[in-house]
């Protein structure tokens, strides 16, 4: 049995073929063309000359001459030095025989396939493996319409029309041996027809069964008019080759994938309809969204199951999911087409060896899902991170191994992207993914950049492969507003994908994005769309095996954020037992988890994975299928590195992603590599302590954009600025990234990348509350993915928190140079747009008052900076410090208390160089000092953690005071208010002899004085100090004093009796500092 393509424009008439004269598009023109209108396009020995031909302003299509006679092919042959155009195939042997060697017809492709099998058994009809180009053969002489996936398209973008069924078509005739029956009736123009119906001589027939199976390959390009344009029609699109060879193992099945403009249509898809056989079950009507383009992955099984038509409310229904067939062949395995088709073959001797590993006779079938998360657009390669090229190099190791292989995504493909992606909008990045074949994908916040509009227009119709989310409701109709899932058939089983995108999807886009959009609950929407795919109603779909794309995810890569109860805890298990597998995103973490569920048998857990983010790794999931029950019966979950620890790729770049790559860089080149400024270090962001993000900790990079913007505002009067960490994508790296980027230098590329959003800064007016309230909502709402979201804050600008206090109350003190900030005082802060409208849940922002739009773009602002500052510096100081005191100080320290300080967030995590300790000062003085703990902590803004015990010392004022925290290596310094408390003079009883700080401390000149007179009271080491004396007997306040010339004097009062008295010296905290007496003499006495 024989698949023939013929190249694009030839005749399929012999009659024809030997008629000289022009051919358009299957439709001769009569009209002569001088000698310099027909140009020599290809020199093919096997199929004539063939023409590129114009009439003026009119393209006329493609002329061949008639073919030669053999010797005169072989003359040509020398002449052109070309092979002829064709790839050939051998058929896999039956039992104890070998397939005839046929004739190759020098106009086409040979494929063998086997046929066989009993009608109405669901069946394995085979696949498409690996194709292999026969030595001889060049690119240039494949056939017109045949499109090299890796980016190659030798003759135009022919779609294809295919159609296979043992529907007869017309009469048969015998027909020569190795000779393709053609006949007018039987296909359109420019169509090639393969026949195998046991009409040829049994001497050249191979050895199949007596069985009607025909497959019709017919151009759908549609006939050209006069002008060259193409007529309208269902086939007018001219986008890629289609090449399905579907067997199937029932009596009377048909098979029809037509290019539809219905609900179901999108540029690049096609719609796919299951015909009714007699006596087969009923599967229903289902839209199918096939990919043309790009796809390079071999064509999978699809089950033989012909199906009713369901009603119109049953059609209606299906609107919103997407059901599409893994057939897809692509463009390089189109070059060379390796096709085994196993139609049922019972007993055939040999078949195990050449099969492919998931033979439908196998008691069970292993697919192999591939996941992505947050890819973000990252298309180049630089070390850390892959590329899309070895991405796609992944997709093609694990495929060849097992080509029941399907890579999936759990969102935020797009968005948020590196400038080689940003600048053309993230195209490149939707072609690479396309070209990898990607299968299905949740929507991610970061999908909706650029609002609803945006991701239902161009995203959607640019994306090969469905956009889920389950969770999404249009408000105007009620009913959802995308696809909630896809169904992909491999090797006879249906594997249904969920989608579904974060509840906080309205707080993380600005306001106004989301028009008509409301966003449900996770967990009770994904498990109606699985209870629907499992509950045997064919009418509403079905899946054997049912995978959730969540764009929500873990906090930690440990396991207990996976089952504990936040939001992402609560969706793992609160997913009922249909849900086999969870894929996650949105956290950028990293981990791979299997976690029981109730009811499942024992042993089989539920993976749970998320791929840390921009395609660094790869999550990998098996699942083992059993072949007679469709169930799951083992599944396995792992994360696979795409780098080495050297940073050099694992997998082999797959060339048609890296051509898009290598495209998208030439083209965001000349913009890209303009010198903006100039860095002297790394300005980096917060890391966890596995290297990924951590939006929780206070960075270099989050302060350095604040000053920016401060400064790019400070016309309109603005005090502070915040810059929420989700804004920053990127590092700014000091050291050179190619020969022509020496270090220090920075570009607009990666300027562009550390802020994509283009978003304008906002000033308003937030009382001290307000911006108090603003710190506080940084603790994100319990059950966050990312509980903690770290403010970038301007220089000047400072605050000390305590982590362990209630919510609300965790912000101690602000200060704007020195000065503490008054709940009731007014300040002018500047945050971009998204902030401001109380993204991220800092809803405190929409409080303000007196807002305005600056005109300023973020992204200008720190161009600005660049250029009035020669050389950037990272700010090593930190601006917001963590403190705790402790029970003890909250009611004052007294002189001599000791008191014992929890310090966090004295370093930053990205990397930079980390400080050796320390010191707490109290009146300029250091009382304590103590080593820093450099180990990172994750989700918060800890990092740089020590624990300080201090003893009060006696020499200060009681009240207000400080007690300062600094870092000498980083330049941190911040004050700690603490209150000291003052010390009760002591009883007269205790001023005794014994009192260590009676000698050579104070003295009292004279001795004895007269009541109502005046002593001098001398006190050494304490000059410039205030002091406090008191006389006893009775106890009575004397003075308060500055010591100045090492004296104070004091007044015995009039009413003191005559006889000893002592006074009391203590310093203004209340501490005693030492005690003298005085004689107070009778009046006359002295």
């Known amino acids: 049995m024989h698949v023939l393509l013929r190249p694009r424009g030839q005749s399929r008439h012999r009659e024809q073929q030997r008629r000289p004269g022009l051919r358009s598009e299957g439709r001769s023109d009569p009209r002569p063309l001088p000698a310099a209108a027909v140009e020599d396009r290809e020199c093919d020995p096997g199929v004539g000359r063939r023409h590129r031909v114009a009439g003026g302003d009119r393209e006329l299509g493609e002329a061949r001459d008639a073919p030669r006679p053999r010797a005169r092919r072989a003359r040509r042959r020398a002449e052109c030095g070309r092979p002829p155009c064709r790839l050939a195939l051998r058929a896999l042997p039956r039992r104890g025989s070998r397939p005839r060697r046929r004739r190759r017809d020098p106009n086409g492709i040979h494929l063998s396939v086997l046929g066989g099998g009993t009608g109405g058994t669901d069946v394995d009809p085979g696949r498409i493996g690996p194709l292999r180009q026969r030595e001889g053969t060049r690119r240039s002489g494949i056939p017109a319409g045949v499109r090299d996936r890796r980016g190659d398209v030798p003759g135009g973008l022919e779609p294809f029309q295919v159609e296979v069924g043992s529907r007869r078509h017309g009469r048969q005739r015998r027909h020569r041996p190795g000779r393709l029956q053609r006949r007018p009736h039987q296909a359109g123009p420019g169509a090639a027809r393969l026949r195998e119906d046991g009409e040829q001589s049994e001497r050249h027939r191979p050895r199949l069964p007596r069985r009607r199976l025909q497959c019709a390959v017919a151009r759908g390009s549609g006939a050209r008019d006069r002008g060259g344009r193409v007529r309208r029609s269902g086939r007018r699109h001219r986008q890629g080759l289609l090449q399905l060879l579907r067997g199937v193992g029932i009596d009377r099945p048909h098979l029809r994938l037509r290019r539809g403009e219905g609900p179901g249509h999108r540029n690049g898809h096609l719609e796919h309809q299951l015909g009714r056989s007699a006596g087969a079950p009923v599967l229903g009507r289902q839209r199918e969204r096939v990919d043309l383009r790009e796809s390079e992955r071999p064509v999978p099984v699809i089950r033989s199951r012909p199906a009713r038509r369901r009603s119109r409310s049953a059609a209606a229904h299906a609107t919103h999911h997407s059901e599409s067939p893994d057939w897809r062949i692509t463009m390089k395995r189109a070059l060379a087409l390796t096709l085994t088709a196993t139609l049922g073959l019972t007993g055939a001797a040999g078949l195990g060896a050449v099969a492919a590993p998931n033979a439908s006779a196998a008691s069970s079938v292993t697919i192999d899902l591939l996941s992505i998360n947050d890819f973000h657009g990252r298309l180049s390669a630089d070390g850390v991170i892959a590329g899309a090229a070895v991405l796609a190099g992944a997709v093609n190791h694990y495929t060849a191994l097992n080509p029941d292989t399907r890579l999936i995504s759990a969102g935020d493909n797009i968005g948020a992207s590196t400038f080689t992606s940003f600048i053309q909008q993230d195209k490149p990045t939707l072609d690479a993914l396309n070209s990898m074949g990607l299968a299905a994908s949740a929507l991610g916040n970061h999908e909706f950049d650029r609002g609803r509009a945006d991701v239902d227009g161009r995203v959607r119709t640019a994306a090969a492969f469905p956009y889920l989310a389950a969770n999404l409701y249009d408000t ?139 395609g660094e790794t790869i999550g990998h999931l098996s699942v083992v299928v059993d072949s007679a029950t469709h169930r799951p019966q083992a599944m396995t979950a792992e994360l696979v590195p795409l780098t080495n620890p050297d940073r050099t790729p694992r997998f082999t770049p797959d060339p048609a992603v890296a051509g898009i790559v290598s495209a998208a860089e030439a083209y965001a080149s000349v913009p890209g590599s303009v010198t903006v400024g100039t860095i002297t270090a790394d300005l980096n962001k917060a890391r966890q302590s596995d290297g990924s993000d951590n939006r929780g900790g206070e960075s270099t990079l989050g302060n350095f954009v604040a000053d920016a913007q401060l400064e790019a505002t400070a016309d309109v009067g603005t005090q502070i600025a915040l810059m929420n960490p989700g804004g920053l994508r990127v590092n700014l790296t000091y050291a050179s990234s190619s020969a022509k980027d020496p270090d220090g230098n920075v570009t607009y590329s990666e300027a562009n990348a550390v802020q994509p959003f283009a978003s304008t800064l906002i000033a308003l007016d937030l009382t001290g509350a307000q911006l108090k309230a603003v710190l506080e909502q940084q603790w994100q709402p319990a059950g966050s993915g990312r509980p903690f979201l ?12 305590d982590p362990t206090s209630p919510r609300g109350s965790r912000v101690l003190r602000m200060t704007l140079d020195g000065a503490a900030l008054s709940a009731t005082t007014t300040y002018r802060v500047v945050a971009n747009k998204y902030l401001a409208d109380g993204g991220d849940n800092f809803t405190a922002f929409t409080g303000g008052t007196n807002r305005s739009d600056t005109g300023r773009i973020d992204l200008d602002s720190m161009i600005g900076s660049f250029t009035k500052h020669p050389a950037v510096s990272p700010d090593l100081a930190q601006r ?207």
Do not use: C
């Open 880 to 1086: 917001a410090v963590g403190v705790h005191l402790g029970a003890s100080a909250r009611g004052g320290l007294a002189p001599g208390d000791t008191v014992t300080m929890a310090l966090s967030s004295l370093l930053f995590s990205g990397g930079e160089a980390p400080a050796g300790s320390v010191e707490v000062l109290y009146r300029g003085a250091v009382i304590a000092r103590s080593a820093i703990d450099r180990a990172v902590v994750d989700t918060t803004d800890e990092v740089g953690r020590a624990t300080v015990t201090a003893t009060l010392p006696g020499d200060g004022e009681a009240g207000s005071a400080a007690l300062t925290v600094r870092v000498p290596a980083t330049g941190t310094s911040i004050d700690v208010p603490i209150t000291v408390r003052a010390v009760p003079p002591l009883a007269a009883s205790a001023l005794t002899d014994g009192n260590a700080q009676n000698f050579g401390v104070v003295s009292i000149s004279p001795v004895s004085a007269a009541a109502g007179t005046t002593v001098q009271v001398q006190i050494t080491g304490h000059e410039g100090r205030t002091v406090r004396v008191v006389g006893y007997a009775p106890q009575t306040p004397l003075t308060t004093g500055i010591v100045a010339g090492g004296r104070v004097g004091v007044r015995i009062p009039a009413g003191y009796s005559p006889g000893v008295h002592p006074l009391a010296v203590y310093a203004g905290d209340g501490s005693l500092i030492g005690w003298a007496s005085v004689t107070v003499a009778a009046r006359g006495r002295l």
């Open 476 to 614: 105007a109709t009620g009913r959802p507003a995308y696809d909630q899932f896809s169904i992909s058939v491999i090797d006879g089983v249906r594997v249904g994908f969920i989608g579904a995108v974060t509840e906080q999807l309205p707080t993380l886009v600005s306001a106004g994005s989301l028009p008509g959009l409301e966003v449900r609950s996770i967990v009770p929407e994904v498990n109606a769309v699985a209870d629907r795919l499992s509950d045997g109603d064919a009418a509403n779909g079905e899946a054997d095996v049912v995978v959730l794309l969540v764009h929500e995810g873990a906090a930690t890569s440990g396991v207990g954020s996976s089952t504990d109860t936040s939001t992402f805890g609560r969706i793992v298990s609160g997913a009922d037992a249909n849900v086999d597998a969870i894929v996650s995103g949105h956290t950028h973490q990293s981990y791979a988890h299997t976690i029981p569920v109730p009811g499942w048998p024992a042993g089989l857990d539920r993976p749970v994975i998320q791929a840390g983010e921009y």
């Open 790 to 801: 770290k403010l970038g804050v301007s220089r000047g600008f400072q605050y000390l928190y």
